[in-house]
């Protein structure tokens, strides 16, 4: 495998996961729609890529979770997805830029916090809805809190 890979389609294929320092929240995509929004993609890394990960349940839960959370504090958010890599979650919004986006992210992983349940987590609401860990997800989200103040740090030092 080369080092300097073809440039591809998707944003985060180019980015070099090995010279990235988790946690961190980055935008990953913009795009102008044609009335003038502005969709917003983030990037958010709990995890070091290729060295650590978010076992199932946990990325489970904390999708439920934020997904349902981050709704409490912003009407702007289209959709907060895992990656299949499982080390974070892209979050789509709409006309939010960075400093706003971070304080909605910390007050729905404060929610997570102080959640007793994981919402729609039942076989009627969710796909698999036995498979969640609450302990999971609050301690990923206590864990990313935790680095509040290198989120805006992508790269390694």
């Given amino acids: 495998m080369t080092d300097t890979p ?4 998707v944003e985060s294929f180019n980015l070099d996961h090995r010279a990235v320092a988790a946690p961190f929240v980055r935008i990953a995509d913009r795009k102008e729609l044609p009335g003038g929004d502005v969709l917003v993609k983030y990037d958010v890394r709990f995890k070091q890529p290729n060295v650590e990960h978010l076992e199932m349940p946990t990325v489970h839960s904390l999708e439920h979770m934020l997904a ?6 912003t009407d702007a958010l289209i959709d907060f997805s895992p990656m299949g ?27 997570v916090l102080n959640a007793t349940e994981v919402p729609a ?3 009627v609401q969710c796909g698999w809805g036995e498979s969640h860990s609450l302990e999971g997800a609050k301690e990923a989200a206590r864990e990313l809190l935790s680095k509040r103040a290198e989120w805006n740090q992508v790269m390694a030092a």
């Fill in 6 to 9: 073809q440039k591809m389609n």
């Fill in 85 to 111: 890599c499982q080390t974070g979650f892209y979050a789509l919004m709409l006309n939010v830029e960075t400093e706003d986006f971070l304080e909605i992210l910390e007050k729905g992983l404060n929610d």
């Fill in 121 to 123: 987590a039942n076989e």
């Fill in 68 to 73: 349902e959370h981050l709704r409490n504090h």
